[in-house]
């Protein structure tokens, strides 16, 4: 189902939205999307664009949302998680409902109970139940399966997502996903995607964090049951461009595989918030220190200049950076509706080509950071 959106144009710029440039006091949001395939993208004149998911018959808005910091006091929210932050989750999922983004990304291990946490699963399912009953949206679900060294089989993939079905109030999901890969046991791991799919449990499914070599293996052993690897959910942003170096990214081109791009804005750095003498508190501070911080000085003062000729925010920019590279789907996250408004506005328009490749040099000069070990596996 693709939503209509018409706002007034003082609406649209609350939302970093462009406004209509004719007398009307609406304008309608067309968003632009590209894919690696063309038949892959679904338009409608006056609707939001929507882009499948690989080769499944899933259709997901250009830019989702991630729900890591939904309910989690492990990595996020290191000041505990309360009654205000629940509101601020919830407005920023209701705000993205309202400006046209439907695609939501969850996980079994976020804000994992057992680490005294709230379940993101559990706190998005509510949100969306409460959602329909005055709006009566479809909003696409993606969920993980955490390869834990004692799962074992294809058994255990269908026991974490009946469990993660029930936390989440639905009796499938759009897109299931293996969250990293194990350290053994993996074949049996893409044997029970394929059996969720077979089972009607999922609509699609995909991996996260898998290698070049990783992501054939599994795309072909998925192949033979003819069912597709719809995406591959990797770290992915201008400061973070290993999918390009290590053929992460080529791969999914070429087998018709969806990146879905985690930690786009790279956990808040590009925004411009932080500086070298105002660091990220918690375990980020031990990733972006004040040294990395400094040499991102000049790379955020090109996305500020290239905002303001666009009236548009850093975040919004970086966002926009990696909607405009093909077949790549940004899930940023929002735990406020004030992110969530920033995030539809990072839709609807386009950089250029120099620009585009501007930042792309001015980021090749930030020393790389040290990304998520599993990548590695």
């Known amino acids: 189902m693709a939503l209509q959106i018409s706002i007034s144009g003082t609406a649209a710029g609350l939302l970093g939205l462009p406004r209509s440039s004719s007398s009307s006091s609406s304008s309608r949001v067309r968003l632009r999307v590209r894919a690696v395939a063309s038949e892959n993208v679904k338009t409608t004149s006056g609707e939001v664009e929507k882009v499948k998911l690989g080769a499944s018959d899933v259709e997901v808005t250009k830019l989702g949302i991630g729900a890591w910091a939904w309910g989690d006091t492990a990595y996020w929210n290191d000041s505990g998680w309360d009654d ?10 209701n705000i993205s409902i309202d400006g046209g983004i439907t695609f939501f990304d969850t996980a079994e291990v976020y804000g994992a109970p057992i680490m005294g946490d709230v379940s993101s699963e559990t706190l998005l399912g509510s949100f969306i139940q409460e959602k329909k ?3 009566p949206v479809e909003v696409a679900v993606a969920t993980k399966f955490a390869a834990l060294p ?4 294809r058994g255990s993939v269908l026991s974490a ?20 890969p194990g350290i053994w046991g993996n074949e049996g791991y893409i044997d029970g995607l394929g059996d969720a799919v077979e089972k009607g449990l999922v609509k699609a499914v995909g991996v996260s964090n898998y290698s070049e070599k990783r992501l054939r293996d599994a795309y072909d052993r998925l192949k033979k049951r003819g069912i597709p690897l719809a995406a591959n959910q990797v770290n992915y942003s201008l400061i973070y461009r290993n999918p390009e170096e290590n053929g992460v990214k080529a791969a999914c081109d070429e087998l018709g595989i969806t990146l879905i791009a985690y930690s786009p804005i790279a956990q808040g750095m590009l925004t411009g918030k932080y500086t070298p003498e105002n660091p990220p508190t918690g375990p980020r501070g031990r990733i972006y220190t004040p040294e990395v911080l400094k040499m991102l000085q000049p790379l955020l003062v090109r996305l500020r200049e290239i905002g303001e000729s666009y009236n548009k925010t850093n975040t919004q920019v970086a966002l926009n950076w990696l909607v405009c590279q093909d077949n790549v789907v940004p899930i940023p996250g929002a735990k406020n509706a004030e992110q969530a408004k920033e995030f539809v506005g ?4 386009k950089l250029t080509e120099q620009e585009i490749e501007e930042l792309r040099s001015l980021a090749a ?3 790389s950071v040290v990304g998520f070990p599993v990548e590695k596996l």
Do not use: N, P
Not at 161 to 176: A, E
Not at 346 to 349: C, I, T
């Open 84 to 93: 205000r932050k629940l509101k601020e989750a919830k407005a920023a999922f």
């Open 133 to 135: 009953k005055t709006d």
């Open 150 to 153: 004692w799962r074992f089989g």
């Open 161 to 180: 997502l009946k469990k993660s079905l029930s936390r989440l109030g639905v009796s499938s999901v759009d897109l299931y996903q293996l969250h990293w």
């Open 346 to 349: 990072a839709l609807g328009w």
């Open 365 to 367: 000069q930030v020393k």
